[in-house]
């Protein structure tokens, strides 16, 4: 089935730093979202993207859809402790209408 | 607005066991799906629901997993019999239309199969 490459597998930062990760397919999508999960709790969603190109922006975080509609980065400025967490993307393929999940960025902040 | 509500919170069975778990969407939303979280894994889908009709049960193993959503609101997912990799998180999601664009999740049932 179709997968999504999500990459770093794990961050470890310091308060203040800016963040990036990234999630890439072998198929194409036309929705790509990102979401956060906290322990003991169900993902959140943080931004969607609609189409190839697009910035959008959810205060401190950004994310853009790539070009290709086969790749799509977050990015996290000013990092702060409450953005620990797990950070998911997710992806809706042009042959279905559920959302394919990458297997997650594990982001730890320390102060 | 009260979000998507599932109950139990956690689950604590032996193999073999049945188990059952309730999902109460958005108002409102036609699109009701459940995905199972492995630990460390990201959610994967089991079955989608638009209404009271499956959508999407490709991934779901059908001999021994069963969900049903009879009046296109509430839903519940059963496992008989459960068996130890069973253990995950399952959660339930809901969405306005049936394009998946937002899903909003619920806090999930934890179960763990001994």
């Known amino acids: 089935g179709q997968q999504l490459n999500q990459s770093p597998q794990s961050m470890f930062i310091q308060e203040g730093e800016d963040v990036s990760m990234n999630c890439t397919s072998s198929?194409?999508?036309?929705?790509w979202l990102w979401y956060k999960q906290d322990p003991g709790e169900g993902p959140v969603l943080l931004i969607a993207?609609?189409?190839?190109?697009e910035l959008t922006s959810n205060g401190r975080l950004t994310a853009q859809f790539g070009i290709t509609r086969k790749d799509s980065f977050l990015n996290i400025s000013a990092s702060i402790p409450s953005d620990v967490g797990i950070y998911f993307c997710?992806?809706?393929?042009?042959?279905?209408?559920?959302?394919?999940f990458g297997k997650g960025t594990t982001l730890s902040v320390s102060s | 607005e009260a979000g998507v509500a599932q109950s139990p919170r956690y689950k604590i069975i032996e193999k073999r066991q049945s188990v059952a778990f309730w999902c109460n969407p958005i108002?409102?939303?036609?699109?009701l799906y459940w995905y199972q979280q492995i630990l460390g894994q990201g959610p994967k889908l089991l079955i989608q629901?638009?209404?009271?009709?499956?959508?999407?049960d490709s991934q779901l193993p059908k001999d021994r997993f069963s969900a049903e959503r009879l009046k296109g609101v509430d839903s519940t997912l059963k496992i008989q019999p459960a068996k130890l990799e069973d253990s995950a998180v399952y959660l339930c999601?809901?969405?306005f239309g049936q394009g998946g664009e937002k899903l909003f999740f619920g806090s999930g049932t934890q179960l763990s199969v001994l």
């Open positions: 999601a809901s969405s």
């Open positions: 198929s194409i999508f036309n929705t």
């Open positions: 997710a992806g809706r393929p042009f042959t279905g209408t559920a959302l394919i």
């Open positions: 629901f638009q209404n009271n009709g499956v959508v999407d």
């Open positions: 108002s409102g939303h036609a699109t």
């Open positions: 993207l609609y189409k190839a190109g």
